[in-house]
């Protein structure tokens, strides 16, 4: 940026004001002090003069005196102009115009006229002896340069006026040149700011630029990225207007479809009512169903007895033909068997003529006889509506005696090797029951099951769905009740698991079966010497009605009941086999007298006699449900204590335990 040298800034740099502009009194041809005499200094000052002009004549007096005036007459004009010309050089044009226009404003001094003697005619010289005329001449004369002072002092003091308004003047100028100074350094730094500015815009713009280059690359993007959206946006705005016209004939098809929702929810109340009135209906059926499937089982007996009889496993000796027997029922071969013949030779006894005398027919009646060729499903298809007494909220127990090897624990558990077609009454009942409460989850039935599986080894509780270190503790697990004034009893230490599909039961039972304790005996290489109880705690409620009902099912694995000699093995561990099988014979005369007790309605019950019995006090009282299944073998070796095991089952078989009621809130 280029600045322009304004004039004040000239006039500044041209003003001197310590210097004075104009010195007039130096300027004037005559001295001050010739100017400034008096007349009568005058004319002591003429008369050496007139001494000399005696001496050389007149022509010489006029000679020395009148030269001076035409230089008196022209010093204000010349005078004027030099001061003009020297403020002009120093001050520059703005302050020589101004002085030139003071000096212009002001009067100028008229030169004095010359005098003339005579009527304008040059006056004659005078004879030397004329000293009269020459001292009139001379007085003449001093009158005029009397004359001539006066108007020199007045032009003097219009010239010292002049000087003093000058000075004035010059003052002024060098106050404005002073803060035309001081306003030349505020526009100095101002320049150079302006220059420092200049510089950072000059970065600015470049970087400007430089961004202005990146923001147009950054255009041109957009720009693409604009024609592509439009693009975009013209292939949406086909497909919205597709939309729309989809939307369209959907509106339409909705208000059809409105218009038929209101149809159907008029039918939807019709339907709501109808169907609460079939769930009232079935309801009542429901509950009338379990009415009669109660009294059903209570006209089949509260307490029933099967007979099982198992094949002749691979390896063992045929038996002789005749030995068991399956007399057909009343209703003929189609009927399912009841009866069981049993035929038993002594040879201690015999005929007087030493032949062997005959075999003993032994005839007994069950409530159902499983011949040898009876499959799994086909026994628990005859107990299948016992089962569901459960859910109904009845108690139900099923037992499995005999001997050991007679198929106790294949009946309860199933056979290895995990055969659909071998599966026990435990794995078969559980899926039972889940099924069923599925079904009656849409009549608003709920159920939980809770599983335990414990068993009774000499007189001591065990569990055995124990894990980790407290395998094997039995002596921690106790019966008790489950709190004060409580008629449900349960195990202490032991494990209670809910479960609620077949996977979570099949797990249980091999966990069972491998804590479970087994012994070699001579009947059975792994034989059973405890009772095993697999217990399942069931609730069912329906909470639109209110209704709540609860019971367990037991599914007992009794101990083998072979008397004390065949069972027994030589060895170290005699005495400890022999104790075994007291304490299982004894727990098992507990239950036959329990099942005695209740069948003649006996005050007192031993349910406390036997750990079995105590343990099972709720599932044999007259509100459960009870089911032996007595096992034998169709060996003839094993006639015996197949006989004796026959001989048990027929006696509970007798007994009669009042009406059962149903566990329900």
């Known amino acids: 940026m280029d600045l322009q040298r304004s004039p004040l800034l000239e006039v500044k740099g041209n003003i001197e004001p310590k210097r004075p502009l104009i010195k007039a009194p130096s300027r004037l041809p005559l001295s001050g002090s010739r100017l400034k005499r008096r007349p009568d200094q005058m004319e002591d000052g003429l008369e050496p003069e007139k001494k000399r002009t005696r001496g050389l004549g007149a022509t010489t007096k006029i000679t020395t005196s009148h030269p001076r005036v035409p230089s008196l007459t022209t010093v204000p004009q010349t005078q004027g102009q030099t001061t ?156 919205l207007e597709e939309k729309e016209r989809r939307l369209q004939t959907s509106e339409a098809a909705l208000s059809s479809s409105q218009a038929e929702v209101a149809s159907l929810q008029q039918e939807t109340v019709a339907q709501a009512a109808l169907l609460t009135e079939r769930e009232e209906r079935l309801h009542g059926l429901e509950m009338e169903r379990r009415r009669l499937h109660n009294q059903l089982q209570e006209l089949k007996g509260n307490i029933r007895v099967f007979c099982r009889v198992r094949p002749v496993l691979p390896g063992e000796p045929t038996p002789p033909p005749g030995l068991l027997l399956f007399p057909s029922g009343p209703g003929g071969p189609s009927d399912p068997p009841t009866r069981l013949s049993l035929f038993r030779s002594d040879e201690r006894r015999g005929t007087l003529s030493g032949a062997p005398a005959p075999a003993t027919r032994h005839d007994f009646s069950f409530d159902r006889v499983f011949p040898p060729g009876s ?118 230490n032991a494990r209670y698991v809910p479960v609620s599909c077949e996977k979570e039961v099949e797990a249980l039972l091999h966990l069972a079966h491998q804590n479970r304790a087994v012994a070699r005996t001579a009947q059975n290489e792994r034989s059973s010497r405890s009772h095993s109880v ?66 003649n309605k006996e005050s007192h019950v031993p349910y406390r006699n036997s750990k079995l019995t105590y343990l099972l006090q709720n599932s044999l009282g007259g509100s459960a449900k009870m089911l032996m299944f007595v096992n034998i073998s169709p060996l003839e070796e094993n006639v015996s204590e197949s006989l004796n095991s026959l001989r048990f089952a027929s006696k509970v078989n007798q007994c009669v335990i009042g009406t059962a009621q149903a566990n329900r809130k």
């Open 84 to 239: 003009a010309q020297k403020v002009s050089k120093k001050t520059g044009p703005r302050c020589s115009t101004a002085i030139a226009t003071g000096l212009k404003n002001q009067k100028p001094v008229s030169a004095v006229p010359v005098q003339k003697s005579g009527r304008g005619k040059k006056p004659s010289k005078r004879p030397a002896w004329d000293l009269k005329g020459q001292l009139c001449d001379l007085n003449a004369e001093l009158k005029q340069c009397r004359e001539r002072t006066q108007t020199l002092d007045q032009e003097n003091q219009q010239l010292q006026d002049q000087l003093r308004d000058a000075q004035q003047q010059a003052k002024a100028l060098g106050t404005e040149r002073r803060t035309l100074e001081g306003h030349l350094a505020k526009v100095q730094a101002q320049a150079e700011q302006g220059q420092q500015e200049l510089k950072n815009l000059r970065a600015c713009v470049l970087e400007l630029e430089e961004r202005l280059s990146t923001q147009e690359g950054l255009v041109q993007e957009l720009q693409k990225k604009q024609v592509e959206l439009q693009e975009e946006r013209r292939g949406l705005t086909s497909q």
């Open 375 to 492: 499959g799994q499903d086909e026994v628990f298809e005859e107990i299948a509506m016992l089962v569901q007494s459960a859910l109904d909220g009845y108690p139900v127990c099923i037992f499995a005696y005999g001997q050991t090897g007679s198929g106790k624990t294949f009946t309860m558990e199933g056979g290895p090797g995990g055969d659909p077609q071998l599966e026990g009454l435990i794995p078969r009942a559980l899926r039972h029951l889940f099924s069923v409460a599925q079904e009656l989850s849409g009549q608003g039935w709920t159920y939980s099951f809770v599983a335990s599986y414990v068993e009774i080894y000499n007189e001591t509780v065990r569990d055995l769905l124990a894990t980790g270190t407290r395998k094997g503790q039995g002596g921690e697990c106790e019966i008790r009740r489950a709190g004060p004034g409580s008629e449900e009893l349960t195990v202490t």
């Open 534 to 599: 697999f217990q399942l705690q069931i609730s069912g409620e329906h909470s639109s009605r209110g209704l709540q009902c609860g019971a367990p099912l037991s599914l007992v694995d009794l101990a083998g009941s072979e008397r004390l000699d065949p069972g027994l093995a030589l060895g170290p561990g005699e005495r400890e086999r022999l104790r075994e099988t007291q304490a299982i014979n004894s727990s098992l005369s507990t239950l036959g007298l329990v099942i005695m007790a209740l069948s």
